[in-house]
């Protein structure tokens, strides 16, 4: 569906962003984090053909940005992180507005807005005007217009902000529902709405990719979390004779029971290593009471990532 490579820009001598490049499929949810002016919102409107690359290359759909950026997006939605709406428009004529300027055929364009009224609960506010609206509710004729159409990709920047939790889950539901036919990319300061909706994350800092990765692959640590009794002084040795552990490190000690943390190789398989370990267990003569992986989460990810690549270059 995109494929970006090299991808760079500059405002006068800084760096927005330098040599970016990543490949996302069809209805793939993908988050886009980084930290402020880390250059989210510069991909995200390269991506939208709102700013041509200073180098490097879009595709999407197989459509080269800088040859069709006009057909290109007449088959994507958008949500800047400030829209530009007219306030005093009411809800439903701004949209139909926005309707037409996005290419949608005049037969066409009733059913279109009425569809993203539906879909975003703004049935009931149709005719008021956008400028006595609350924060919340510009938000959904935000993520309205950005619909309109069936676009087949959608862009959000910040798509929660300013939603109250029932709003909030509303919109993750949209968003996944709405995954099923087209390929989204959601940017967001919030780690929970990309644990929650996503399938992938992309990692900006300095404007450079540090990280892409799915989130499920995410999450695996490469370590086990081992509890057993602490009668037994000697079982770090054989857990550290295992052929799949490269390090035994000790947790906690308390009220009769240790924790461990056991770090595999990279090659390791977790459940051959996980039989093995709790053969050592046994052999050393403790009792094994819980054996599980260890999970990361996006956060403490988030947080490495970002520390080990803030070289400030």
Known sequence: MIDVQSLTRYYGRTRAVGNVSFSIANNEIVGLLGHNGAGKSTIMKMLSGYLEPGGG??????????????????????????????????VAEYLEYAATLKGIERKKRAKAVREVLLSTDLGKRALNPINRLSRGLKQRVG??????????????????????????????????????QATVILSTHILQEVEAVCDRVLVLNNGRLVLDERLENLRRSGSLLLRTCNSVDALPDYLRQLPQVSEVSRRDCKEGQCEFE????????????????????????????????????????????????????
Do not use: C
């Not at 069709?68 to 088959?75: C, F, G, M, V």
């Open 143 to 180: 993520v309205a217009q950005a619909l309109l159409g069936q676009p087949r990709l959608l862009i959000l920047d910040e798509p929660t902000n300013g939603l109250d939790p029932w709003q909030t889950e509303h919109m993750r539901k949209l968003i996944q529902r709405y995954a099923r």
């Open 262 to 313: 056991l770090s595999l190789h990279d090659s390791a398989d977790a459940d051959t290593a996980a039989a093995n370990i709790g053969q050592a267990v046994v052999s050393a003569g403790a009792r094994l009471y819980m054996l599980e992986p260890l999970e990361r989460d996006l956060e403490s990810v988030f947080r490495d990532v970002t520390l080990e690549n803030d070289s400030g270059d």
């Open 57 to 90: 290359s879009i595709s999407i759909a197989g459509t080269n940005m800088a040859e069709s950026a006009r057909e290109i997006q007449k088959t994507l939605g958008y949500l800047p992180e400030n829209l530009p709406v007219y306030p005093e428009m009411p």
